[in-house]
């Protein structure tokens, strides 16, 4: 050993690299654990730490057995030379000229073939097809009569006519969860046929005619498993789907997962509770003239959200019209005037037609400033701003009017407002017998126009749409 070597942190910084030939042509033939003792290995040529073939194996989570059959599978393609089994010693090759294609032995697949043939008798198996399966055994390590007893199932549910991609897709499948011996393959038909009559219940709940496949056990293992729920709640969601499907289902399912409904009760009422929002979101998009074929982002995103923050559907239809008539006419306009009002703490339909008839109210008042300073505008929110804020210092309406009348004719009318009104402030001066003792007022204030709504629970069509109107803009 040199004198000089890299610690174990500098080795860890540093890099392995791994040719792209390697990624692109014979990695995705290969199982997980063959791509994993080829890297490893690789890792190991670069490093200068003493490593046995158990300590790859716990690293990698592995049996050592399949480490040295890992080997032997990438000594097939060329890729390393397997000098010596016990101790296990490894050359890696360079991969190029010396590097081959693994050859298979087609000659010890006749009896596989034969029987293959007789499971699939709906049609006739091409050369490139037995090759493809050939190859799915050889990379994935799958015994002959695990392969057998995979095909003979998929043909089971989908027919014997059922074609290649199906077949090698759930062989795929089952070597990626490590199934690949007769006895595993037996154990997971097992589990298959025990909840099959489960499961055909879910579609059957949904609509969906089809036999239960594999794919449908996972996820039932899933909800039952890992989600926790019980067959009679994963009846009960089923139910609630009207274009029911498994991935449909399975959606619900973490949804349901996730809200923490677990039981029949609660996600009957979970399920009328989305109805409910599916349907507010259907009247709030006509009220403020929107269309979304596809519901679920609106309730997602907005009704959901507005309802957990405590707006009922009357209340959410009254800022809709609103919206409509005030020119904000998309859901993120609507979204923006309820959380303004929301940070008032404006949230039920009563506080909502109070702020409305005092918005009413003050911009009646606000006219009436507007026109004593000699203004013909329309209110607008930096006006309501001075008006609170005046009110805030302790003036009445109609000292507010004589420090109107004060400031007609002055270029900057409401900013002459604001120092009358602070001067008056500082000075105590809160009655208008005392403003006139102390600022030349012209007696011909007006008086504000009161305007009186019922104090009612109920209110008309009519009586909305008047309030709604003459509520001018307001910038939430």
């Given at each position: 050993?040199?004198?000089?070597?890299f610690?174990?942190?500098?080795?860890?910084?540093?890099?392995?690299?791994?040719?792209?030939?390697?990624?692109?042509?014979?990695?995705?033939?290969?199982?997980?654990n063959?791509?994993?003792?080829?890297?490893?290995?690789?890792?190991?040529c670069?490093?200068?730490?003493?490593?046995?073939?158990?300590?790859?194996?716990?690293?990698?989570?592995?049996?050592?057995?399949e480490?040295?059959?890992?080997?032997?599978?990438?000594?097939?393609?060329?890729?390393?030379?397997?000098?010596?089994?016990?101790?296990?010693?490894?050359?890696?090759?360079?991969?190029?000229?010396?590097?081959?294609?693994?050859?298979?032995?087609?000659?010890?697949?006749?009896?596989?073939?034969?029987?293959?043939?007789?499971?699939?008798?709906?049609?006739?198996?091409?050369?490139?097809?037995?090759?493809?399966?050939?190859r799915?055994?050889?990379?994935?390590?799958?015994?002959?009569?695990?392969?057998?007893?995979?095909?003979?199932?998929?043909?089971?549910?989908?027919?014997?006519?059922?074609?290649?991609?199906?077949i090698?897709?759930?062989?795929?499948?089952?070597?990626?969860?490590?199934?690949?011996?007769?006895?595993?393959?037996?154990k997971?038909?097992?589990?298959?046929?025990?909840?099959?009559?489960?499961?055909?219940?879910?579609?059957?709940?949904?609509?969906?005619?089809?036999?239960?496949?594999?794919?449908?056990?996972?996820?039932?293992?899933?909800?039952?498993?890992?989600?926790?729920?019980?067959?009679?709640?994963?009846?009960?969601?089923?139910?609630?789907?009207?274009?029911?499907?498994?991935?449909?289902?399975?959606?619900?399912?973490?949804?349901?997962?996730?809200?923490?409904?677990?039981?029949?009760?609660?996600?009957?009422?979970?399920?009328?509770?989305?109805?409910?929002?599916?349907?507010?979101?259907?009247?709030?998009?006509?009220?403020?003239s929107?269309?979304?074929?596809?519901?679920?982002?609106?309730?997602?995103?907005?009704?959901?959200?507005?309802?957990?923050?405590?707006?009922?559907?009357?209340?959410?239809?009254?800022?809709?019209?609103?919206?409509?008539?005030?020119?904000?006419?998309?859901?993120?306009?609507?979204?923006?005037?309820?959380?303004?009002?929301?940070?008032?703490?404006?949230?039920?339909?009563?506080?909502?037609?109070?702020?409305?008839?005092?918005?009413?109210?003050?911009?009646?008042?606000?006219?009436?400033?507007?026109?004593s300073?000699?203004?013909?505008?329309?209110?607008?929110?930096?006006?309501?701003?001075?008006?609170?804020?005046?009110?805030?210092?302790?003036?009445?309406?109609?000292?507010?009017?004589?420090?109107?009348?004060?400031?007609?004719?002055?270029?900057?009318?409401?900013?002459?407002?604001?120092?009358?009104?602070?001067?008056?402030?500082?000075?105590?001066?809160?009655?208008?017998?005392?403003?006139?003792?102390?600022?030349?007022?012209?007696?011909?204030?007006?008086?504000?126009?009161?305007?009186?709504?019922?104090?009612?629970?109920?209110?008309?069509?009519?009586?909305?749409?008047?309030?709604?109107?003459?509520?001018?803009?307001i910038?939430?």
């Amino acid at each position: 050993m040199a004198f000089c070597t890299f610690s174990k942190e500098y080795s860890l910084s540093s890099y392995t690299s791994v040719e792209n030939v390697f990624i692109y042509s014979y990695m995705p033939l290969a199982g997980d654990n063959a791509v994993k003792v080829y890297l490893y290995g690789l890792y190991l040529c670069q490093s200068s730490n003493d490593f046995s073939v158990a300590d790859m194996a716990r690293a990698i989570g592995a049996e050592t057995g399949e480490i040295v059959d890992c080997f032997k599978y990438w000594e097939e393609f060329g890729l390393v030379e397997v000098v010596s089994d016990d101790p296990l010693m490894v050359n890696y090759l360079p991969i190029g000229a010396s590097s081959k294609p693994r050859k298979i032995n087609a000659e010890k697949y006749t009896e596989f073939n034969r029987s293959l043939q007789k499971i699939l008798a709906g049609r006739m198996i091409s050369t490139n097809e037995y090759s493809e399966y050939f190859r799915i055994m050889e990379t994935f390590n799958i015994r002959q009569e695990a392969m057998l007893m995979i095909a003979q199932y998929c043909a089971d549910i989908k027919g014997d006519d059922i074609g290649c991609k199906y077949i090698s897709a759930v062989a795929k499948d089952f070597a990626g969860r490590g199934i690949t011996t007769p006895e595993k393959v037996e154990k997971e038909l097992e589990n298959y046929i025990i909840r099959s009559t489960d499961i055909a219940a879910i579609l059957a709940a949904m609509s969906v005619k089809r036999r239960p496949e594999i794919e449908d056990v996972k996820l039932f293992a899933k909800w039952t498993g890992e989600f926790g729920f019980e067959l009679p709640a994963i009846l009960q969601a089923a139910r609630t789907l009207k274009r029911g499907s498994v991935k449909k289902l399975d959606e619900l399912m973490l949804e349901l997962y996730s809200n923490k409904k677990f039981s029949v009760e609660e996600i009957s009422e979970f399920s009328k509770s989305r109805k409910y929002l599916y349907e507010l979101a259907a009247k709030i998009n006509k009220a403020i003239s929107v269309y979304y074929e596809v519901l679920d982002p609106v309730v997602d995103n907005y009704t959901a959200r507005w309802t957990a923050m405590g707006y009922d559907e009357q209340a959410l239809l009254l800022v809709a019209n609103y919206c409509f008539k005030r020119g904000r006419r998309s859901l993120e306009g609507m979204d923006k005037t309820l959380e303004g009002l929301y940070a008032k703490g404006i949230v039920d339909f009563e506080s909502i037609v109070g702020y409305f008839k005092q918005v009413s109210k003050d911009d009646e008042f606000l006219r009436t400033v507007l026109d004593s300073v000699g203004q013909t505008r329309r209110p607008n929110e930096w006006d309501r701003q001075n008006l609170r804020q005046w009110r805030g210092w302790g003036f009445t309406d109609e000292l507010i009017l004589q420090a109107a009348l004060c400031s007609a004719g002055k270029s900057s009318p409401f900013t002459y407002m604001n120092a009358v009104l602070s001067s008056w402030k500082s000075k105590g001066v809160f009655t208008p017998e005392e403003a006139a003792k102390i600022t030349n007022v012209p007696q011909n204030a007006k008086k504000s126009k009161e305007i009186h709504f019922a104090n009612e629970r109920k209110y008309t069509e009519e009586e909305l749409e008047a309030l709604i109107t003459d509520v001018d803009d307001i910038d939430i």
